[in-house]
Structure formats: C-alpha cells, structure tokens
C-alpha cells in the first residue's frame, strides 16, 4: 500500500479528517485539484459553536477566534436566535471567511505533515476486496486502503461509486459578484418572490459586493456580467451601470443527500454527501463535523484495532444530521421570498421564535450544540457532545476538551466510583481521574444528573454513562468503540 488513506479534495473537510487520521499516526494523502487554498470570491462567512467547539477539542480554536469576529449570528425566518444562555464556552459563533478558514486550517494540517499532492485532479478509482486504486490525472495511480470523496457537491468519487444523490431540483439560482457600477446602487437588502437580494459596499469602498437571484431555468454555464446585469434590472429596474467584475458566480437551492455514505472501501464526507442552499450557514460546519465523526472510526479499522463495520456508524450518525440540515434549509430558502403569504408565515414563526422553548430548540439544532447520536436508551449524556468542563486532577486543574486534544478516547472517573479496570484497553483509552467543577447543563436540555465516570470517545461524543458503582456495560461500550480487549 502507497498510503493507508486518499483523500480526494483538499477544502474544509478534507483538511478536517486529514488532520484527524495523522493525529490518530494514520499515513494519509490528500489530492487537491487547486494549486492553493485560495479561491475566486467568498463562501462561507462563519463557523457556529459546535464547529468552534470540535475545534477546540483539537487545541486549535485559538487560531480561529484569533482572525474573527465572536458574533450571534444565528438567525431563521428572520428571527435572530440568540445563543448567549447556552451552557459551552463558545455560546457565540464566529464571522470568518471561509478562505481565512481553510488558509488556518491547511497550516494546522501542514504541522501535522499531512502531504498534499496538489493541481492533481482524482479521475477514477477502482476497488477490490483489499485496497483502492486510486487514479491521478498526472497519470499514475495511487494505492490505498480507503478512499474518502471530500471533493465537493459534484464529487467525482460519489458518482464513480454509484451512489445515488437524492433530494430535490433546484427552484432558485442566486447570482453572486464583486463588480462596479457607475450609479449609486440601492444599498441593503431587498426580498421579492425570489428570494433575498442584497447589494453591499466591499472594504476598497469602490466595488460592490451583490447576490441577486433570476429565474432558475436550468444554467449550467458560467454566469456572465450580461446575467448580473438582467438579473439587476429584474428586481430594481436598472443595472447601476454594472461593469468591471471581479468574479461572478451562481449557486442554486439544489437540497440533495448520498443516499449511502459508504461504498465497501470508498467513503464520503462534507458536500459530497450533502448539498444545499447557503441560507443558515450550515454546509461547512457539517462538513467538518462530518470528519472528525468518521476521522477516528477510519484509524481504528485502519490499525485493526475495529472491524470495517465501525464505519457504519459513520453513516448511521451523520445522515440524520444533514437530512434534518437540508430539511431546514429548505424551510428557511423559502421564508427568504416574499410575498403577502409567507410574509405572513415569517411574522407567525418570528413571534413563535421569541419563546424560550422554540428558540432554544432550533438554535440548539442550528449551533450543531444539540446533536445526540442515537446509542441506546440511557443518561441523558449518551451519544451527546461531553461538556467541557473544568476538571482537577492529580496532574492539576485542566479541563474536560483538553484531554481530547491527542483525539484519543478518555474515561473519566469522577470520583466515587471504584473499580474501573480499563487495563486491557489501556493501549488506546486514556483513563483519569477528575474532580469536575461547575454544573451538569445541555444546551436545550437543562441540568442532567451528574455521572460518576463517562466514555468519551475522539470527536467528543459520549459512549457510555457510569452511574453510581455499577459498571454494566462498559466492557461492552469499549469493545464496539474501541475494539477488542487485548487481553483478548
Ligand atoms: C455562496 C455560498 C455561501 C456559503 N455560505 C456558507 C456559510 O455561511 N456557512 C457554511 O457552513 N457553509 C456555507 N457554504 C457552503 C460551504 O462553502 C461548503 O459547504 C463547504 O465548502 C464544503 O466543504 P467541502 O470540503 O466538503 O467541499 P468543497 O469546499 O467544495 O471542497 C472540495 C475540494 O475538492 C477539490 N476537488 C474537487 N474535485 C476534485 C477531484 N476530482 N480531484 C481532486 N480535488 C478535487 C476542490 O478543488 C475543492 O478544494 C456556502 C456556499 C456558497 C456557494
């Protein structure tokens, strides 16, 4: 084998889990068709909490809040859903441009001597009962025991595995630019039965940044300054003398899901898996948490510590993620229209939205904060995102995201509860003992009872809850977790 992982496509969420496997010591490649990390115009202008959070469980936040700005940038029917109540260090979330993203990112992984072999194109792929041969457009091959597609929306590698992406057509398409205009523009934001059309004063003070929606009739080329400019005269009656673009470039409210995320030795991740419009801000903040939910899976089935059945509850975890992302954007694409009658389910929603319950329920659902994995019934922290709290131990104070940076699986014994024997797991399950400070509290759940020992596995998800002296289960939660007992 050349490489026990390829992963085709370099953009957040191939940088994600390559970061992730070389944490974890696995020897993995990423192929990036782009010569940089740069890219033409903006995408996604910020991280939510869950996203900071992973983040910091990695040791690496600081990097991000450093370069942005800490905001409450939730919002759905017009509604803002303001998270400050929220029991997480990061009950905010944080303005920053998807290329300042993915530059911080790609340096981080760097460190971790991940290689990029980059302005390579994957162009096919063939797999067998042991590895993938993986196809370069340089015109060798690669060999490999996995292969993850994180290469984007019209991922090569999803259709090439034959894997259906089902959802919906596209009903909008949205023009966005950086041009000039030799008239004043209307500045701000309009609606109209499109959708939400904005024109904006970009940094320099001269240029105009726009998103200007047309009628969706099937473009599939590339937009052009003729486009803009109907697309401008169409909503406000002239095109301000629109010239001199920068970039133009379309995206659409396609809502599209792999109906499978895993092919035998092929797997998916981030936009190859999941595509929808930008509204919400959800599509990069799943793509990351996409790959340090599968990150540490893949490393324990490629040392052999886990069978390959592991990977499935990859898929088994974050489809009903993104499935539930795409159904609110869904609802959220069309309350950007206008017209007397959603304007009238917008006004209903956003007085709804002033309610605790309701506004915790969907920001809970939109910070990613709220996620639970289902793992069974139990304690109200089994398959959910482990608190960070302060802990002391007899290594002094720390605290609970800090023991995840080495993304190895901890289990934390607070107090009180004797006998946990772990040693024939010791190899790959940190154990420590912690006195926790401060109170047991969900986001949109409230206080929970305080356990005596819990499971965390890597990407900071709870698999198994100790209660009192009784230990049932823990065995079994380490064995599907984290393989086999060595002591065998
Ligand atoms: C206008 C707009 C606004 C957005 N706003 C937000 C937002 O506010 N918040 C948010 O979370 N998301 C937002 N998104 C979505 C976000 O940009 C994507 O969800 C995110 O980029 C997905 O990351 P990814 O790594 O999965 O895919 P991509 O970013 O598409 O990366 C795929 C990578 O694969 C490479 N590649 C493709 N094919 C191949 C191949 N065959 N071989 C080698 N390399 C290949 C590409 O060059 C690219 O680098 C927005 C998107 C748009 C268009």
Redesign the pocket.
């Known amino acids: 084998m050349e490489h026990a992982v390829v992963i ?7 940088l994600m889990l390559a970061g992730e496997l070389a944490l974890a010591g696995i020897d993995v490649v990423i ?4 010569p940089s990390q740069d890219f033409e115009g903006t ?4 991280l939510h909490a869950r996203t900071i959070e992973v983040l910091d469980q990695r040791g690496i936040a600081d990097r991000f809040l450093a370069e942005g700005q800490a905001v409450q940038i939730q919002s759905f029917a017009a509604a803002r859903l303001d998270i400050t109540d929220f029991p997480t260090r990061h009950n905010y979330g944080l303005a920053l441009l ?1 290329t300042h993203f993915e530059r911080i990112l790609a340096g981080w992984v760097s460190e971790l001597d991940v290689p990029i072999a980059r302005e ?3 162009t096919g792929f063939v797999q067998d009962d042991a590895g993938v041969e993986v196809e370069i457009s340089d015109g060798r091959s690669l060999r490999a025991e996995f292969l993850v597609g ?4 019209r991922s ?1 590698i999803r259709k090439v595995a034959g894997i259906e992406f089902a959802g919906w057509d596209p009903s909008v398409s949205s023009l ?1 630019a950086e041009v000039e205009m030799s008239e004043e523009p209307e500045w701000g934001i309009r609606y109209n039965a499109n959708g939400t059309q904005a024109l904006g004063r970009l940094d320099d003070g001269k240029r105009v940044g726009l998103v200007v929606s047309e009628r969706y009739t099937g473009q599939t080329d590339e937009p052009t300054l003729r486009d803009v400019s109907r697309a401008l005269v169409a909503v406000w009656g002239t095109d301000f003398g629109v010239h001199s673009p920068t970039w133009i470039s379309r ?1 659409t409210d396609m809502t599209r899901q792999a109906v499978s995320y895993r092919e035998r030795r092929v797997l998916l991740a ?3 898996a999941h595509v929808h419009y ?1 509204v919400g ?5 799943i ?1 990351v948490q996409d790959a340090v939910n599968l990150g540490w899976k893949l490393a324990q089935v490629v040392r052999g510590n886990s069978p390959q059945s592991l990977l499935d509850t990859y898929e088994a975890e974050r489809h009903p993620v993104a499935a539930r992302a795409l159904q609110t954007t869904m609802a959220a694409t069309s309350l950007t229209r206008s017209d007397p009658r959603i304007d009238a389910v917008r006004d209903i929603l956003g007085e709804l939205l002033t309610m605790e319950e309701p506004r915790k329920r969907l920001a809970g659902m939109l910070s990613g904060l709220d996620i639970q994995y289902d793992l069974g019934e139990g304690h109200s922290l089994l398959g959910r995102r482990m608190p960070d709290l302060d802990l002391i131990t007899a290594y002094g104070p720390t605290r609970v995201f800090t023991l995840l940076h080495d993304a190895k699986p901890v289990l934390l014994s607070l107090g009180g509860s004797g006998g946990l024997d772990i040693t024939s797991w010791a190899d790959h399950v940190q154990q420590i003992k912690a006195e926790p400070v401060g109170s047991w509290e969900l986001p949109v759940v409230g206080a929970v009872p305080a356990p005596t020992a819990v499971l965390i596995r890597p990407d900071g998800h709870v698999a198994w809850v100790g209660d009192g002296n009784a230990h049932a289960g823990l065995p079994d939660a380490l064995t599907a977790w984290f393989g086999p007992s060595t002591a065998g």
Not at 150 to 153: A, E, H, R, S
């Open positions: 085709a496509g370099g953009g957040p969420t191939g192929v990036e068709r782009r995408r996604a202008r910020g998807q390579r194109d994957v994180c290469d984007g929306g090569l966005i995206f981030g936009d190859a930008p801000g959800q599509g990069l903040n793509g």
